[in-house]
Nanobody, 123 residues
Framework: QVQLVESGGGLVQAGGSLRLSCVGS????????MGWFRQALGKEREFVGA??????YYGDSVKDRFTISRNNAENTVYLQMNSLKPEDTAVYYC??????????????????WGQGTQVAVSS
């Protein structure tokens, strides 16, 4: 069993930055493949990016603006978001599959999810 807790969301003006954190407990998530997703009001959950080992992958809408990294000593994965746009407004989630071995762009492939953290970007 893995528990994930996101934090760092908030209200920011367009062009600003936020850093989200995803802290794991119950099991070490060091080197786990993990995904970040977001869900805007009335829309489906969207793939933001993933980290697997030292490799990172991003959705087209956030490429070159968002960066995923991890701190194994703190059992934490980060999502650094720069040049934020109003369309980035959503609840952001981190997720991991049952064994932490595989990442996917599909939410259905993930087993454990955090509770989400709200990001709001004003124009």
């Amino acid at each position: 069993q893995v528990q994930l807790v996101e934090s760092g969301g908030g209200l920011v003006q367009a062009g600003g930055s936020l850093r989200l954190s995803c802290v794991g407990s119950g099991r070490t998530i060091n080197n786990y493949a993990m995904g970040w997703f977001r869900q805007a009001l009335g829309k489906e959950r969207e793939f933001v990016g993933a980290i697997s080992g030292r490799s990172t992958y991003y959705g087209d809408s956030v490429k070159d603006r968002f960066t995923i990294s991890r701190n194994n000593a703190e059992n934490t994965v980060y999502l650094q978001m720069n040049s934020l746009k109003p369309e980035d407004t959503a609840v952001y989630y981190c997720a991991v599959d049952r064994d932490g071995r595989v990442w996917s762009t599909l939410p259905s492939e993930y087993t454990y999810w955090g509770q989400g953290t709200q990001v709001a970007v004003s124009s």
